[in-house]
């Protein structure tokens, strides 16, 4: 096994530009989350504009070759799997919610953000629902500024399983539309 040292002097080595590349790479890969440039640039200690090269770099890089993943730079940059593959991850790694927890995911994703305590005015298990979400990663949840009460709201995760594109307001616009349609 090599010893630190070598380690070290095998990546002084190495082309910094691809380096760098490499060490960006790992951060949205370990994220799983969307991250801005700035944010890596904060983690790697490296100048953004530099992070912003690496990451135009690595897009091209994923999108040169037929691979199974992505970068996506719509709310920043994540890895994510090509939609043309999706079905395999749902095969895999279902998320299997019952329709009251549905319910209340949908009134989250509708009125984002949503005081947790109006949530339990509106759905009577939304605490144990509220849990189930959390774990399941489908949404978030803060401290209100009155400390009294968590504000919720949906996450990334949220969206590329229910693949939305776009925030919670349009698609509460799409569905208020579709539902006036209907009534016609």
Sequence with gaps: MPAEDDIL?????????????????AVLFVTARAMQPVEISELLKVP??????ALLDLMFDYSSRDGALEIDDEDGYIIQVRSEHLDIVEKLCPV???????KTLTIIALKEPIRQSYLKELRSNAYEHVAELLEKGLISRTKDKNGRSYNL??????????????????????LDTTKQLKDL
Excluded: C, Q, W
């Design 48 to 53: 953004e504009e530099d992070i912003e090269n």
């Design 9 to 25: 002097l095998d990546e002084d080595k190495k082309d910094p530009k691809a380096l760098l590349k490499a060490k960006v790479e």
């Design 96 to 102: 299997d919610l019952k329709p009251a927890v549905v």
């Design 153 to 174: 709201k949906t996450t990334p995760k949220f969206a590329e399983y229910f693949k939305l594109k776009g925030d919670a307001k349009t698609l509460a616009k799409l």
